[in-house]
């Protein structure tokens, strides 16, 4: 027998079946500057499609309802096959319709990568998992194109806007997916001690058909097509095509091991396998393994910056949503004064994320500009660095606006804070990237001074004046200047960041930024704006964050 015992009150309603699009300011506002304004409606379409509850119950699914190994079938036969929920299909699908892992090849346009930005920006903030074989693809494809043999039997199947999950030989598909596998056991992202093997069947060379014999630790997305391989010929460490199946119609030899017990990211699928003489197609110049794969990198690299901008983005509106409705001590959380301290300064950090990461994908519409392609070589690798790490902080203070409820499976913020480290772990952590700071700096050094010139450019003080220290900071002797790589990079990504907020940003909120990023005592811990930044400014920038 049930009763009443108390009345069910000050709860806060799910957000849900609202524009993730729409309701971004920055976002929408930001378009039009990077000549991508003709993408708004197919994103207020998605954005608000994938605000619904039907597809937020979708991420919950895929996430819950986890990938299973099969490496047999019943009759002994090895399949290595990894069984999902329809909800990662699904979600799969809307990634594909949206050309989330094509469209800047397949459709290329002013402002292109910008709008294939700001989409997958948007789904990221539903679903990470889902997003991995997406990024994948997109960064093997300006790659492959190369091939031009190859690439004419897979280019129609590569930019289908369609999903195909059968597990089938790539003629006979619609559409596929490409995955990575780079890393083992003995070395991690020093991929030059990689120890897998690749022998030519006949004759070798750029084109011509090989075996693979070796291992990969991280093997991401097994179920993909076809995977971008890294192995060793006499010529040195080479880049191969490895699908699934053979040409002549029988499973590849590439044996899944098992699947990766990950802290989060759990909707994908990262596996072990070993070849055993797998079938593969060499990529690229023999013994130029790592420049190709260097290509591919910063276009990975990139997509981490824009997934963990929009996880802050997510975690930032949930805390923000939920400020909104509960009540405690007389009055709404976002009313208070310290919330409304915490609120606003995380806004900031979201609001400066979202624009580097524009910035950044529109350098890749602009390779032949010496400044822009600056901003892709170096400031890449240093947003990489401080955007995926500042997520982590960040996911776990929003997680704290909700207290306990936060804390618990049943709602959001958990999956967000797990998911929050991946990226800064996956595709280099953060002294590669900021290692790779320094020697893009090297290779380019005309385009660092382009970086500092523009940012000794701009009306504010303290803008200059960090680029002066940047300066400064270059004419430490190699062994110092490595030493203080991370707050080299640093200090390099808030400059960038005020720079854009200054240019970009309605003048009060870009004035908060600055203050609080140069000021000593902020920082530490989000909610220590200082009283420059008054009440009523504060009040506004949360405003203007979430506006539904």
Not at 49 to 78: C, F
Not at 141 to 166: A, G, N
Not at 264 to 289: C, M, T, Y
Not at 358 to 383: F, N, V, Y
Request: net charge negative.
């Amino acid at each position: 027998m049930q009763w009443q015992t108390h009345e069910i009150s000050n709860q806060v309603p799910s957000l849900q079946d609202y524009n993730i699009f729409t309701s971004d300011t920055v976002l929408k506002d930001s378009l039009s500057h990077y000549q991508a304004e003709w993408h708004v409606p197919a994103l207020a379409a998605s954005g608000n499609e994938l605000g619904s509850r039907e597809v937020l119950e979708l991420a919950s699914l895929a996430n819950t309802k986890l990938p299973e190994l099969h490496t047999h079938d019943r009759h002994g036969q090895r399949i290595d096959q990894v069984e999902f929920h329809p909800a990662w299909h699904e979600l799969l699908g809307l990634l594909r319709k949206q050309d989330l892992h094509a469209s800047p090849w397949s459709t290329p346009q002013n402002g292109a990568h910008v709008a294939r930005a700001a989409g997958y920006f948007l789904q990221a903030q539903v679903e990470s998992g889902s997003l991995c074989p997406a990024t994948m693809t997109f960064a093997s494809i300006p790659v492959l194109q190369k091939e031009t043999r190859l690439f004419d039997q897979i280019r129609d199947k590569l930019f289908s806007r369609q999903h195909d999950q059968r597990d089938l030989p790539i003629a006979q598909k619609t559409s596929i997916m490409i995955g990575m596998g780079m890393t083992e056991k003995q070395g991690g992202s020093d991929v030059r001690s990689n120890t897998t093997i690749a022998r030519p069947i006949a004759h070798g060379g750029r084109g011509e058909n090989y075996t693979l014999t070796g291992h990969k630790w991280f093997f991401s997305a097994p179920m993909c097509d076809a995977h971008m391989v890294l192995a060793k010929t006499e010529a040195g460490l080479s880049c191969f095509f490895v699908p699934r199946w053979r040409p002549d119609g029988s499973k590849n030899a590439v044996l899944v091991q098992r699947l990766k017990d990950k802290l989060g990211n759990k909707s994908n699928s990262s596996s072990e396998v070993e070849f055993q003489d797998a079938f593969g197609i060499l990529v690229g110049e023999e013994g130029r393994g790592i420049p190709t794969i260097i290509e591919m990198a910063n276009l990975t690299r990139l997509d981490c910056v824009i997934g963990s901008a929009a996880l802050m983005r997510q975690a930032l509106v949930q805390a923000i949503h939920h400020a909104r409705h509960r009540h405690a001590f007389g009055k709404k959380l976002v009313e208070q004064a310290l919330m409304r301290n915490v609120l606003a300064d995380l806004a900031l950090e979201s609001e400066a994320a979202t624009r580097l990461m524009l910035h950044l994908a529109a350098a890749l519409d602009a390779e032949d500009d010496p400044l822009q392609r600056a901003w892709k070589r170096i400031m890449t690798p240093a947003a990489k660095f401080w955007v995926c790490k500042r997520a982590l902080e960040f996911s776990g203070e929003c997680m704290e606006v909700w207290g306990g409820n936060g804390y618990v499976e049943t709602g959001p913020m958990a999956r967000l804070y797990r998911e929050a480290p991946v990226n800064s772990i996956w595709e280099g952590s953060g002294n590669v990237m900021c290692l790779d700071v320094l020697r893009a700096i090297e290779r380019d050094p005309a385009g660092m001074q382009l970086l500092l010139q523009q940012f000794s450019s701009s009306p504010a003080p303290a803008i200059r004046q960090m680029a002066q220290e940047l300066q400064l900071d270059l004419q430490a002797d190699p062994h110092q200047l490595e030493m203080s790589a991370r707050r080299f990079a640093q200090k390099l990504v808030i400059t960038a960041q005020a720079f854009l907020m200054t240019e970009l940003a309605p003048a009060e909120i870009a004035l908060a930024f600055l203050q609080s990023r140069v000021d000593a005592s902020c920082g530490r811990v989000y909610g220590t704006l200082s009283a420059e930044t008054s009440p009523a400014i504060q009040a506004q920038i949360i405003e203007r964050a979430f506006s539904i």
